[in-house]
């Protein structure tokens, strides 16, 4: 590339250096340099290490961990870019933060979602890339171009190289709001479909689970698109064991796995559960056997490339790159 044509910048955050390096490595490029320091009184400090004068800036960030501390961080290294004529910002944002309060669900509930739209487009971002959005409509609370990629492509993948007997397994939605997403995988892999119907009592507690569709004698493959405290996870595996199914898998996009997550999952009936590395999970997988991953980095390489060339990125939505 030229020096005279404007190049990519990749920058990340402190949130999830590894998955910046793969999808650096992936692209071909170095990371650019960027200090991000905290001062004693907790305040966040940021330094662009090199020029971004009309560049192309993508600047990689997932909401986990310290979730308020990243979404900060992010905000002040776009602005940092902006003011020093970055010629577009892109944020990539492989785990949206916020993204499960995305509606006004009871009296004087926040819709914080659309709060952190507010912030990263004030921020001076001119563009997001995110992965499996917990609701496709948070793409509406921006004034700026989003691309929520997919993972389905790579769980398919997955799916069919790692799941020996997948031709004679069943899709399984641990609740109703996923049931568009696992039929979907449902349909692509030519198999049967079932619903899990819960009830909470409160956030975070199922109280019961009812199935809806015949999965004995099979291999049931629940989909959703996060694990926080898996409690939800393990119920449905315990419930699918009871009618029948052979055998449990559980194959998630955001593996947040907060709290108790990891001894519910060795305490469950689950042969694996399958994460993507939107959230950094190393640490959880030194402890827990029963974790693998599917790596999400081609896909975000792919995505930044054909955006810096103007190229279209819906191809990304049903294929996984090699």
Sequence with gaps: MSSTSNSIKI???SSHVELAKLVAKRIGIDLSKVVVLKYSNQETSVTIGESVRDEDVFIIQSGCGEINDNLMELLIMINACKTASARRITAVIPCYPYARQDKKDKSRA?????????????AGANHVITVDLHASQIQGFFNIPVD????EPSMLKYIKTHIS?????????PDAGGAKRAASIADRLNLEFALIHKERKKANEVSRMVLVGDVSGKTAILIDDMADTCGTLKMAATTLKERGASKVYAIVAHGILSGKAIDVINDSQLESL?????????????ICSKIDTID??????EAIRRTHN?????????????
């Design 148 to 151: 929520n990629l997919y993972c």
């Design 11 to 13: 920058f990340s955050g």
């Design 110 to 122: 926040p819709i914080s979602a659309k709060l952190v739209a507010n912030m990263l487009t004030v």
């Design 296 to 301: 999400i980095s081609p896909t975000l390489a």
């Design 165 to 173: 007997e997948w031709q004679n397994s069943i899709i399984v939605s």
């Design 274 to 286: 399958v994460v993507t590395n939107t959230i950094p999970h190393d640490d959880k997988k030194a």
């Design 310 to 322: 103007g190229e279209s990125v819906s191809f990304l939505f049903s294929h996984a790159p090699e």
